[in-house]
């Protein structure tokens, strides 16, 4: 993914006519793949509860999702995606307020910077293409994932990916009209595969993330990746 997209996602529940809805409208099947993400942090969270996450996702590298500018509000996510190593230990410094670590990759400075693995699972995901009716050809595709992660948790994103920030709210406005077409309930969250491994599996740091957020529905809906965090 090219350095300074903007990522617009809204997660939502799919349901077993998910896929035979988006062939109706459209949609191109990418790909089918599995793969293992693996989220890092310090002991007492200190990425996550600053709205930021760490990943290094099997054959793809290493990834850092940023807070975007705190627009529209509603059931979708915004996020700055850094894939350049060197960028991602700036900003990884930045938020631990950390001195130079020195000029290594990502995996030479999480001993320094005391970050560990905090999570780690598999996703099958179903990848999804599709340009809704009467949209402009040149216009990017919106892309849906499908994911069921191996610890029994299904997941969908409806994703755009912008240049601008004042490119965001044509791209929300599709995301919404494209989720209805899915039958997803408007004001329907979901919470994305990570923050639902450690509801279950890492129940204290999951209270953690809970504290610092103003309420249970921005953790579960709007409070993160996916995603995202994956």
């Known amino acids: 993914m090219a350095q300074g997209l903007i990522e617009v996602e809204r997660k939502f529940l799919p349901g077993p006519g998910t896929e035979e809805r988006l ?12 793969f293992r993400d693996t989220y890092y942090d310090t002991s007492e969270l200190s990425l996550m509860r600053a709205n930021h996450w760490l990943r290094q996702r099997e054959y793809s590298g290493w ?4 807070p975007g500018a705190a627009g529209v509000l509603g059931p979708h996510t915004e996020y700055k995606e850094v894939t350049a190593e060197p960028a991602i230990v700036a900003q990884l410094c930045k938020v631990l307020a950390a001195e130079d670590v020195g000029a290594g990759g990502v995996a030479a400075v999480l001993g320094p910077l005391g970050l560990q693995e905090v999570a780690s699972f598999v996703t099958k995901r179903s990848a999804w293409k599709l340009v809704l009716l009467g949209a402009d050809e040149e216009e990017p595709q919106l892309r849906v994932d499908l994911d069921t992660a191996d610890f029994g948790y299904a997941v969908g994103e409806v994703e755009a990916l912008v240049h601008e920030e004042a490119e965001v709210p044509a791209a929300l406005e599709k995301i919404h009209r494209l989720s209805s077409m ?5 004001q329907e969250t979901a919470p994305s595969k990570l923050i639902v491994y450690l509801q279950r599996f890492r129940p204290q740091d999951y209270q953690r993330l809970l504290e610092v957020n103003s309420s249970r529905e921005r953790l579960q ?7 995202s965090l994956g």
């Open 23 to 34: 062939q109706e409208l459209g949609g191109t099947l990418e790909h089918r793949v599995t």
């Open 63 to 66: 990834e850092l999702k940023c």
């Open 182 to 186: 899915l039958g997803v309930p408007a």
């Open 221 to 227: 809906g709007t409070g993160h990746p996916d995603n």
